[in-house]
């Protein structure tokens, strides 16, 4: 116990030390990550199944699932059966493991990478073997899948944040992961971005995705949304 | 909203297409082709299938920008395949659907109640103020509700009947339990036709048979199925697997599937399958991507081959178990942004959105058939 309060002590700690300053939403460059499986993507590996941003899923859940995210989507879902390994999509040191607050259970891993960006795996089958401050490198594998419903069978699936050192913000995983999206998509979401018809443009592509505040007050509560916030549309 | 109609032709209009650097044969995609075996059953794919080589057509595919970049996206086709639609607001116009004929580029208003189109694209379903499904005839404006309480209705083919589902939210997702309604165009004649688990209806057929996955009361496994609701009878096409990107063939006689992540770790059916639902053959695809129907038996695949330069167009004929390769990602680059594209009802074309520009284009395919005339 007292161990375990001393790693959060040193991990909060950690995270305060940090300059206030929001990062950049882009890093500078080419995307610095990679994938976080090993395998390529098929019908019996993964493949994604909710985008980043302001999904539909994203918008009818928005009060629920995803309201302290400002009601987007602030991760990637990778679907992958429970027990598939999850690697490192970069070089850093372990920041947390298994840190509720930060929500997708049950159970959670999350890197501070070199270039002061962080990366929340979430949804992990097992608690994580790693401590605070491990070293762990890109392609290294740090866990595997699991299903938030506790089952396997119904919606088993890797949550995957890019956030800032502050953990405030979260960011789009196209801008740092270095991956061929639009191949990606190809085997992807069925449904696609929410439209707010007062601009129905804003937010319809993988990269024009904002960015995400938590806490911060919700980004699609459209007054004319489409589909409507109802089912079957 | 100012439209561009330019038709480039050859390498510059290739240029365009794709982002820089432009493909060379040394960057290109395998050319090792995607096969199709039929099968009785479901079954694993014969390795021994002998590669399928692209053959040159007499028709070569023509790629050609439809709207400025940044116009819109998730375009569909007018029931004609005359005008690609799609929801936007034009500079100092409402928000609406719009339609811009791609022999003209002219630009039209087709709706501005936003909302579903029917297959025949004469009504609109959208949710009105007081959050009712209405339905309204574009020709004759005449609007009625109709008893969904406020849920989307899926068209029947024929354009005889309307369904929709109503599901549980709570619980896991394969444990969800969902009533399919269906009722005449005009709402009445409501009646129950049938409950699962797990799953629910993924389209009409035809007039009087539905597509549905899911499990009924009493059965122990999901399954695909056929179900007549004239007749109160189903026909199973697949029991006891994960089934998801279900599409429908025009007509109703072909679906494609793919079974994906069995939870049971069992992959030997995983993959892409096409079926009859007539009690004729099903194909096992070697392929995996985004998949559309052009017409009644052919279905079009852009097959996943990650960090190729260009995605490609790969067809199979489930009336013949004919394959084909219809673009070859060398003569005919082009990237879909994140599966933005659909085929044309005439089957001789489709629109995408462009990963390079974000501009909707076409990709002429040529009259259907000649591919398979020139093997």
Same mark, same amino acid.
């Given at each position: 116990m007292i161990k375990r309060a001393a790693a959060i002590l040193v991990s909060t700690l950690a995270i305060l030390a940090v300059t206030p300053t929001v990062l950049a939403q882009t890093p500078p460059g080419d995307p610095p990550f990679r994938l976080p499986f090993a395998e390529n993507p098929g019908p019996s590996t993964w493949y994604i199944v909710q985008h980043y941003g302001s999904t539909r899923t994203a918008y009818v859940r928005r009060t629920v699932w995803y309201g302290s995210g400002q009601g987007l989507h602030f991760g990637v879902d990778f679907s992958a059966r429970c027990g598939t390994e999850v690697v490192a999509i970069g070089d850093g040191s372990i920041l947390k493991v298994d840190a509720p607050e930060h929500g997708a259970g049950p159970h959670n891993l999350l890197i501070l990478h070199d270039n002061g960006f962080v990366s929340l795996y979430g949804h992990l089958r097992d608690r994580p073997r790693f401590a605070p401050f491990t070293r762990v490198e890109q392609g290294q594998v740090i866990g595997v899948t699991g299903d938030p419903d506790l089952t396997c069978s119904s919606r088993p699936h890797l949550h995957l944040e890019i956030r800032d050192r502050s953990l405030f913000y979260a960011y789009n995983p196209v801008d740092f992961i270095d991956a061929d999206w639009d191949s990606l998509a190809l085997f992807g979401p069925s449904s696609g971005f929410q439209r707010d018809l007062s601009d129905p443009g804003r937010w319809q592509t993988l990269h024009d995705q904002p960015a995400v505040q938590f806490g911060a007050p919700l980004l699609n509560d459209f007054r004319t949304p489409w589909p409507p916030d109802r089912s079957g549309w | 909203?100012?439209?561009?109609?330019?038709?480039?032709?050859?390498?510059?209009?290739?240029?365009?297409?794709?982002?820089?650097?432009?493909?060379?044969?040394?960057?290109?995609?395998?050319?090792?082709?995607?096969?199709?075996?039929?099968?009785?059953?479901?079954?694993?794919?014969?390795?021994?299938?002998?590669?399928?080589?692209?053959?040159?057509?007499?028709?070569?595919?023509?790629?050609?920008?439809?709207?400025?970049?940044?116009?819109?996206?998730?375009?569909?086709?007018?029931?004609?395949?005359?005008?690609?639609?799609?929801? +936007?607001?034009?500079?100092?116009?409402?928000?609406?659907?719009?339609?811009?004929?791609?022999?003209?580029?002219?630009?039209?208003?087709?709706?501005?109640?936003?909302?579903?189109?029917?297959?025949?694209?004469?009504?609109?379903?959208?949710?009105?103020?007081?959050?009712?499904?209405?339905?309204?005839?574009?020709?004759?404006?005449?609007?009625?509700?109709?008893?969904?309480?406020?849920?989307?209705?899926?068209?029947?083919?024929?354009?005889?009947?309307?369904?929709?589902?109503?599901?549980?939210?709570?619980?896991?997702?394969?444990?969800?339990?969902?009533?399919?309604?269906?009722?005449?165009?005009?709402?009445?004649?409501?009646?129950?036709?049938?409950?699962?688990?797990?799953?629910?209806?993924?389209?009409?057929?035809?007039?009087?048979?539905?597509?549905?996955?899911?499990?009924?009361?009493?059965?122990?496994?999901?399954?695909?199925?056929?179900?007549?609701?004239?007749? +109160?009878?189903?026909?199973?096409?697949?029991?006891?697997?994960?089934?998801?990107?279900?599409?429908?063939?025009?007509?109703?006689?072909?679906?494609?599937?793919?079974?994906?992540?069995?939870?049971?770790?069992?992959?030997?059916?995983?993959?892409?399958?096409?079926?009859?639902?007539?009690?004729?053959?099903?194909?096992?695809?070697?392929?995996?991507?985004?998949?559309?129907?052009?017409?009644?038996?052919?279905?079009?695949?852009?097959?996943?081959?990650?960090?190729?330069?260009?995605?490609?167009?790969?067809?199979?004929?489930?009336?013949?178990?004919?394959?084909?390769?219809?673009?070859?990602g060398i003569d005919t680059p082009f990237r879909v942004m994140a599966n933005n594209w659909r085929v044309a009802p005439t089957g001789d074309r489709i629109v995408f959105l462009n990963a390079a520009d974000e501009a909707l284009w076409l990709l002429e395919l040529g009259p259907i058939g000649l591919e398979e005339d020139a093997q």
């Open positions: - | 909203m100012r439209l561009t109609a330019v038709v480039l032709t050859g390498l510059v209009l290739a240029a365009c297409a794709v982002p820089p650097p432009p493909p060379t044969v040394a960057e290109a995609p395998s050319l090792e082709p995607p096969t199709a075996e039929p099968t009785a059953q479901p079954a694993a794919v014969d390795p021994t299938t002998p590669p399928l080589l692209p053959t040159p057509t007499p028709f070569a595919p023509v790629l050609s920008q439809l709207t400025e970049s940044g116009c819109c996206t998730e375009p569909i086709w007018s029931p004609d395949g005359q005008q690609v639609r799609f929801i +936007d607001q034009p500079a100092d116009e409402p928000v609406g659907i719009y339609g811009i004929d791609i022999d003209t580029r002219n630009l039209e208003l087709v709706s501005q109640q936003v909302g579903v189109l029917s297959p025949d694209g004469r009504i609109l379903a959208y949710l009105n103020e007081d959050d009712e499904t209405t339905l309204r005839d574009l020709e004759t404006d005449e609007e009625w509700l109709v008893p969904s309480d406020g849920r989307g209705v899926l068209f029947s083919p024929d354009m005889q009947r309307i369904a929709w589902s109503i599901s549980t939210i709570s619980g896991g997702f394969d444990e969800r339990q969902t009533i399919v309604l269906a009722s005449d165009l005009r709402g009445e004649a409501a009646q129950e036709i049938i409950r699962v688990t797990g799953g629910g209806l993924l389209g009409w057929l035809d007039g009087s048979r539905m597509l549905i996955y899911g499990q009924e009361p009493g059965e122990a496994e999901r399954s695909l199925f056929v179900y007549h609701i004239e007749g +109160d009878e189903r026909t199973n096409l697949v029991t006891g697997q994960r089934i998801r990107a279900v599409s429908i063939a025009p007509g109703g006689e072909w679906v494609f599937y793919a079974i994906a992540l069995n939870p049971d770790g069992d992959t030997s059916q995983e993959g892409f399958w096409v079926s009859s639902t007539t009690g004729g053959p099903q194909y096992r695809l070697d392929i995996v991507g985004s998949a559309q129907w052009r017409d009644e038996h052919r279905l079009l695949v852009i097959p996943l081959e990650l960090d190729a330069p260009s995605h490609r167009l790969w067809q199979f004929n489930a009336a013949t178990g004919q394959s084909s390769i219809l673009t070859d």
